[in-house]
């Protein structure tokens, strides 16, 4: 008999337990595929199919199932019947901040049923007695509810900082053009537009003939720089012809691709284009430039101090010598810009993110990445009105209207990105580096 009730009482503790599942997936790595939830979080699982019937509870960033079970079930080990009452859930190692866990059910008031009353005693038949005086009761006090705790802020995504735009640009390296007074080697050059019945110009995605081809070592698969020459360029002051002579400027055209190759020519395409290709234009290698790394923040004000070891001046800009160098001749002058006071107009007028030509180079020390500030005299103008004694003060003064890096140094003359101004930048402006 003691044994049967031993039985007994396992079997009935066995049967009575919920049934737990043990078998879980491997945690393996984190599902690839996200989807956005109705209430805006991302989360590998569904919304649960019923929430309003039980009571949920949202989980935190770094919250686990089993650090739920917990909480809620006061053992952690009881996970497994957590996540069986939530079969929203795909993976129990998977869970994701603002997801919904269903704990237990939820009796509504208006559902539930209360007891039956008791069926009141009969009452003795006894003699009339007076009615006994009323009970007063005090009334009850009313508690205000108590305010609710303020609810974390959801994150929904969160993003990292934006990273700072470069100022340098691909651009800026490979079509700001260049002053070299060694010579370049002109063996190669656009010949005609592929297919184009007599066609002198050519953009992105045309063919173009050049003038070399396998016999002169050109191979399918080599990069050309195509560029222009445009005129001589000066540096304004006097002195000898040799040092005036800042080199030959080159407009920066495109980029070529080989494609084909013959013996005696070859077939390019054009994969980036500066400017029209023309027909004559020269192909060099192509030479990969790589953007220097400014440092931030630059602090500027029109009374600041640099360095001063490397000293020189704007000669001009390459909005400028666009005009020149083309096979469709032009006069390479800016109209209604005679001379005179609006002489220095001629070598044109540079702002923000335009390029423009100083007259140092690498015999001064000047390479890629350094940087200028763009200096210019304080001028008082004594025709309009008299100025006071105290004005001798100011002469000689000068004042910062720029800053700009160099992204090509040349023997004697160097291509400047113009980084900041705050006023047009002309030819005469000095520079100092910074």
Request: proline share 12%.
């Amino acid at each position: 008999m003691r044994t049967l009730l031993v039985v007994l009482l396992l079997a009935v503790s066995t049967f009575g337990q919920p049934p737990q599942n043990t078998t879980a997936p491997q945690q393996g790595p984190p599902p690839g595929r996200l989807s956005r939830q109705p209430d805006g979080h991302f989360s590998a699982n569904s919304e649960p199919a019923n929430p309003a019937a039980f009571e949920v509870h949202v989980v935190q960033p770094g919250e686990t199932l089993s650090g739920i079970a917990g909480q809620v079930m006061n053992n952690s080990r009881l996970w497994p019947q957590l996540w069986e009452s939530n079969e929203h859930v795909i993976n129990p190692h998977w869970i994701y901040p603002n997801d919904k866990i269903l704990i237990r059910p939820v009796t509504l008031i208006t559902e539930a049923v209360p007891p039956a009353p008791e069926p009141a005693p009969v009452p003795a038949v006894q003699a009339p007695a007076e009615a006994p005086a009323p009970v007063v009761l005090p009334a009850p006090a009313i508690v205000p509810p108590a305010a609710p705790a303020p609810k974390p802020p959801q994150v929904f995504l969160q993003l990292p900082p934006a990273k700072p735009v470069p100022e340098v640009k691909v651009s800026d390296l490979y079509c700001s053009g260049f002053i070299q007074v060694s010579a370049i080697p002109q063996d190669t050059k656009v010949l005609a537009k592929f297919n184009a019945d007599g066609g002198a110009l050519a953009s992105d995605t045309d063919y173009i003939y050049l003038s070399r081809g396998a016999e002169d070592g050109v191979a399918t698969g080599t990069m050309y720089q195509v560029v222009r020459p445009t005129r001589r360029i000066n540096r304004p002051d006097r002195g000898t012809a040799d040092a005036r002579n800042l080199g030959m400027h080159y407009l920066d055209v495109g980029q070529i691709q080989v494609v084909l190759t013959q013996p005696d020519f070859a077939l390019g395409r054009v994969v980036n284009n500066c400017d029209a290709v023309e027909v004559g234009d020269i192909m060099l290698p192509m030479v990969r430039l790589t953007a220097p790394n400014l440092p931030r923040p630059r602090p500027f004000s029109p009374f600041m101090k640099v360095t001063g070891d490397v000293k020189g001046s704007v000669v001009t800009t390459l909005g400028v010598l666009r005009n020149f160098g083309s096979t469709f001749k032009g006069t390479g002058k800016l109209a209604g810009v005679p001379g005179g006071e609006l002489g220095p107009m001629n070598n044109g007028i540079g702002s923000e993110g335009m390029i423009v030509y100083v007259d140092i180079g690498q015999r001064e020390g000047v390479k890629a990445g350094d940087l200028f500030i763009v200096y210019r005299p304080l001028e008082l103008d004594r025709q309009l009105y008299d100025l006071p004694p105290e004005a001798q003060k100011l002469q000689g003064q000068r004042t910062a209207v720029g800053e700009v890096v160099v992204v090509k140094a040349g023997e004697r003359a160097s291509t400047a990105l113009v980084t900041y101004a705050t006023s047009g930048i002309a030819a005469g402006d000095f520079v100092e580096r910074r």
